[in-house]
């Protein structure tokens, strides 16, 4: 039985994990943490990092990014290996992620869902033979209104999937309404489209002289991202210090 502190617990996908875990006969949540106790949660929830000392196997985060520093030095104090999916990290947090897993086992994924990290490699091998040909590469990412960072973090993971096909010449344009010039061959743009509850929809568009070729994933539900969490989790459980992505837990 893997034991689960869930950081983030009374947010959206806090409560994703929690029905799916409910479920599990193999994990239980034994805490939650969240500064908002909204009282949705079966298990103590503490709104003061430092305040839960409840003994666990690994932790779970979805919450927000103003969070992420005090989660990773709470995790080193505790030696428990987490599963980081909030979004939107600046530059200094992630770099602190990096140091952080010399010291314990951190598994970070912009996106947890199987068909994502599927699409991840799937398009390295088209932009291999596309790019390489004179395509464009194009991503369009369209989210809920409710999402404050943009793009999504998943949109960037694809930029960075496509650029590192491509030994990194390329650079990333997110916005063109400045500049009134042609794009650049070494350019992959990347819109983000915010409205609705959509859950989570990503294009990413090759586009060469006379065809096109799309990829596209949508979400349905978060539920996918819930799942591939909770796998994550017990995967990480036990495991030694280092850096992880889905790519290990889906190779296993
Ligand atoms: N990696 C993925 O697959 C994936 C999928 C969905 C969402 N996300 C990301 O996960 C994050 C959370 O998403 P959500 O939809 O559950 O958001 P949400 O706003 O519904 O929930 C966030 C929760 O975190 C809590 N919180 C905020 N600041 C905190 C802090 N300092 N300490 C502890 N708790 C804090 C909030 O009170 C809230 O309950 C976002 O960054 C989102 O982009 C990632």
Redesign the pocket.
């Known amino acids: 039985m893997v034991k689960i502190i869930m ?8 409560q994703v994990i929690s029905d799916l875990v409910a479920k599990d006969a193999n994990a239980e949540i034994v805490a939650g ?4 106790d ?1 009282g949705n949660t079966t298990y103590p929830v503490f709104t003061e ?1 430092k305040a839960c000392q409840t003994e666990a196997d690994v932790v779970i985060d ?6 992420a520093d ?2 990773l030095d709470f995790c080193v104090e505790r030696n428990l290996p987490v599963v980081l ?4 990290l600046s530059e200094e947090q992630l770099a602190k992620v990096e140091e952080t897993a010399k010291k314990i086992p951190v598994l970070k ?5 199987l068909g994502i990290n599927t699409l991840l490699k799937l398009i390295q091998d088209a932009a291999k033979v596309l790019a390489t040909a004179g395509f464009d590469m194009e991503i369009v990412e369209r989210h809920h209104r ?2 404050v ?1 943009a793009p ?3 949109a960037l993971a694809l930029a960075d999937s496509l650029n590192e096909a491509m030994d990194n010449q390329y650079h990333y344009v997110y916005d063109r309404s400045q500049k009134r010039e042609m794009r650049d061959d070494k350019e992959i743009g990347i819109s983000a489209v915010r409205g609705g509850t959509i859950v ?1 929809d990503h294009e990413v568009i090759f586009a060469g002289p006379d065809e096109v070729i799309e990829f596209k994933h949508t979400a349905y539900s ?1 539920a996918v ?1 819930g799942k ?2 909770v796998e994550a989790a017990k995967f990480l459980a036990g495991k030694p210090a280092g850096r992880y992505d889905m790519a290990d837990v889906i190779e296993g």
């Open positions: 950081h983030g617990c009374c947010g959206h996908m806090g943490i969240d500064i908002a909204k990092i979805f919450s927000s990014a103003k969070a005090a989660l999916c909030t979004t939107g994924s912009a996106n947890m869902s409710l999402k960072d999504s973090g998943t989570g978060k991202f591939g969490a």
